[in-house]
């Protein structure tokens, strides 16, 4: 059975920082890419970043303007998202995504295997 299991988030100020792991059990995490979606009350869930099953590449939402990195550590089975200089409009749920099947990577329904989700909160 896989299990995607989410720690960090939280409380920040605007301009701070925060980091978000998951932890993936279960399945070969190494070889697939994976991802972090956020979610905000009735609005759909929208792709933040993803990152190859090799690390090579990544890939961002426009918006981010630079501040997240989205990185991963195979010997732990870990993904992380390394965020800074937050912004109120970061506020929301976020969940690691992994076992990807391929297709545009921004799409929830791309993904097999979620956490099960960290809220950040960012006060101006």
């Known amino acids: 059975q896989v299990q995607a299991v989410q720690s960090g988030g939280g409380l920040a100020q605007a301009g701070g920082s925060l980091r978000l792991s998951c932890t993936v059990s279960?399945?070969?995490?190494?070889?697939?890419?994976a991802a972090w979606f956020r979610q905000t009350p009735g609005e759909e869930r929208e792709g933040v970043a993803c990152?190859?099953?090799?690390?090579?590449?990544?890939s961002y939402i426009d918006t981010l303007k630079g501040r997240f990195t989205i990185s991963r550590d195979d010997a732990k089975s870990a993904l992380y998202l390394q965020m800074n200089n937050l912004e109120p409009e970061d506020t929301g749920m976020y969940y690691c995504?992994?076992?990807?099947?391929?297709?545009?990577?921004?799409?929830?329904?791309?993904?097999?295997?979620w956490g099960q989700g960290t809220q950040v909160t960012v006060s101006s």
């Open positions: 995504a992994a076992g990807w099947r391929g297709g545009d990577w921004y799409r929830p329904t791309e993904y097999d295997y």
């Open positions: 279960g399945q070969p995490f190494r070889a697939y890419a």
């Open positions: 990152i190859t099953f090799n690390g090579n590449i990544t």
